[in-house]
């Protein structure tokens, strides 16, 4: 079984192997809610796939939205869950379940599955960075997971581009999640919305500006409305320059991007690469290359069964 604890969606799949998912399931996750509200809901979702797969899943894969330390399943921080703090997560998965867990953060996790059946197959380097509530990166080094000293690597969503910008989930302002992720996307549109009411998004929307997200603004650019586009284009312009930023630390063999505002597609992706490249170290222009993650919103739990292969 993989369960991924999304700051947004909790998704899980059970399979014979992480190619052949039996069934799957997702709902929106309890992100409020303390640890072992966490816990209860992942336990769920696992019960329902188990009574519709008619078969009890011998190890379970965690994927969890933020830093934890990987050999205890302690949870360092998580600015989207933020009451799971602390919290022994992976052993207490390990006793409501009565299987064994293994635990590592989303985007480790997410790259992984793209490592070994995505879009890095057979690299030795490689760069994930998973873009939706938040924004954090997996790093392959040397064809293994570099999770750094204390497994809090990738924390990119955090690099700080606008001191005097928004405020960021973490306390502080102007992270580059403040100008890329689904909440900045649905922030930057209310905010346009208040100045603007010309915009399609206010019919969508229903004249409410707090019922706006990033889908409504991706649905609204598609049918060619320049308020949405527009919101767009500057997050694909932010995306693209912290691409480059983190190519040029990392020089990787290629950059591969998912989560759930990748979902949004080449709307996104193609301008954002496009910039990513215009302001790549010219000495990397020729070398790397940016893809669209292979398993689409997949990565997570494929990566999820990966990790809970390590007991077959
Ligand atoms: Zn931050």
């Given at each position: 079984?993989?369960?991924?604890?999304?700051?947004?969606?909790?998704?899980?799949?059970?399979?014979?192997?992480?190619?052949?998912?039996?069934?799957?399931?997702?709902?929106?996750?309890?992100?409020?809610?303390?640890?072992?509200?966490?816990?209860?809901?992942?336990?769920?979702?696992?019960?329902?796939?188990?009574?519709?797969?008619?078969?009890?899943?011998?190890?379970?894969?965690?994927?969890?939205?933020?830093?934890?330390?990987?050999?205890?399943?302690?949870?360092?921080?998580?600015?989207?869950?933020?009451?799971?703090?602390?919290?022994?997560?992976?052993?207490?998965?390990?006793?409501?379940?009565?299987?064994?867990?293994?635990?590592?953060?989303?985007?480790?996790?997410?790259?992984?599955?793209?490592?070994?059946?995505?879009?890095?197959?057979?690299?030795?380097?490689?760069?994930?960075?998973?873009v939706?509530?938040g924004i954090?990166?997996?790093?392959?080094?040397?064809?293994?997971?570099?999770?750094?000293?204390?497994?809090?690597?990738?924390?990119?969503g955090h690099?700080?581009?606008?001191?005097?910008?928004?405020?960021c989930d973490?306390?502080?302002?102007?992270c580059w999640e403040t100008l890329v992720s689904?909440p900045a996307?649905?922030?930057?549109?209310?905010?346009?919305?208040?100045?603007?009411?010309?915009?399609?998004?206010?019919?969508?929307?229903?004249?409410?500006?707090?019922?706006?997200?990033?889908?409504?603004?991706?649905?609204?650019?598609?049918?060619?409305?320049?308020?949405?586009?527009?919101?767009?284009?500057?997050?694909?312009?932010?995306?693209?320059?912290?691409?480059?930023?983190?190519?040029?630390?990392?020089?990787?063999?290629?950059?591969?991007?998912?989560?759930?505002?990748?979902?949004?597609?080449?709307?996104?992706?193609?301008?954002?690469?496009?910039?990513?490249?215009?302001?790549?170290?010219?000495?990397?222009?020729?070398?790397?290359?940016?893809?669209?993650?292979?398993?689409?919103?997949?990565?997570?739990?494929?990566?999820?069964?990966?990790?809970?292969?390590?007991?077959?």
């Amino acid at each position: 079984m993989g369960v991924e604890i999304g700051g947004t969606t909790m998704r899980a799949a059970i399979a014979t192997s992480p190619r052949r998912i039996i069934a799957r399931r997702a709902i929106p996750s309890p992100a409020s809610l303390p640890a072992d509200g966490i816990v209860q809901a992942a336990v769920g979702l696992v019960n329902e796939l188990e009574a519709e797969a008619g078969a009890a899943p011998r190890a379970v894969g965690v994927s969890f939205a933020g830093p934890l330390d990987p050999k205890s399943g302690v949870i360092l921080d998580s600015p989207h869950l933020r009451q799971t703090r602390g919290a022994p997560l992976r052993k207490m998965m390990e006793y409501a379940l009565g299987v064994p867990v293994a635990m590592d953060n989303c985007e480790n996790v997410a790259a992984l599955g793209e490592h070994r059946l995505g879009a890095g197959r057979g690299l030795r380097s490689m760069l994930y960075v998973a873009v939706g509530t938040g924004i954090g990166a997996g790093i392959i080094h040397s064809g293994r997971l570099y999770q750094g000293a204390r497994g809090a690597a990738g924390e990119v969503g955090h690099i700080v581009y606008d001191p005097k910008g928004s405020q960021c989930d973490c306390g502080r302002r102007g992270c580059w999640e403040t100008l890329v992720s689904g909440p900045a996307i649905a922030r930057e549109a209310r905010v346009r919305l208040k100045a603007d009411n010309s915009s399609i998004l206010y019919n969508l929307c229903a004249g409410k500006q707090e019922n706006v997200t990033s889908e409504l603004v991706h649905q609204a650019a598609l049918q060619n409305d320049r308020l949405a586009s527009e919101i767009l284009a500057r997050a694909a312009r932010w995306l693209g320059i912290g691409l480059a930023n983190l190519v040029t630390v990392f020089d990787p063999e290629r950059v591969v991007v998912g989560g759930g505002v990748a979902q949004i597609g080449n709307t996104i992706l193609e301008p954002a690469f496009a910039t990513a490249r215009d302001y790549l170290y010219p000495f990397h222009r020729d070398s790397v290359r940016f893809l669209p993650a292979a398993l689409g919103v997949d990565s997570g739990v494929v990566g999820a069964l990966m990790l809970a292969t390590k007991w077959r």
